[in-house]
Nanobody
């Protein structure tokens, strides 16, 4: 069982930056693939970024490549999402998720555990 708690969301102007954190409980955090998803109002939840258990492999949605960076600190049981050059279309609730399998997947159904989400609002 893994419990996930996101933090770091807020209101930022377009072009600004935010760093989201996701703290995980449990001693097996380092064995999980971690992902970030987001859901904008009226839209389905979508994949943003994922990172392998060791941190050696990362995957990004095309819409955030070059602007967002996912990283993890297994000693602190925490995964991060650094978001730069934010745009109004990045406004959404951001969720972190944990997948007990090996590959970094972009499909929501692959992930076993979810946080409660943190709101990110980008003003124009």
């Amino acid at each position: 069982q893994v419990q996930l708690v996101e933090s770091g969301g807020g209101l930022v102007q377009a072009g600004g930056s935010l760093r989201l954190s996701c703290a995980a409980s449990g001693r097996t955090f380092s064995s999980y693939v971690m992902g970030w998803f987001r859901q904008a109002p009226g839209k389905e939840r979508e994949f943003v970024a994922g990172i392998s258990s060791s941190g050696s492999r990362t995957v990004y949605a095309d819409s955030v490549k070059g602007r967002f960076t996912i990283s993890r600190d297994n000693a602190k049981n925490t995964v991060y999402l650094q978001m730069n050059s934010l745009k109004p279309e990045d406004t959404a609730v951001y969720y972190c998720a944990a997948d007990s399998r090996i590959l970094v997947r972009t499909i929501e159904a692959s992930y076993d555990y979810w946080g409660q989400g943190t709101q990110v609002t980008v003003s124009s």
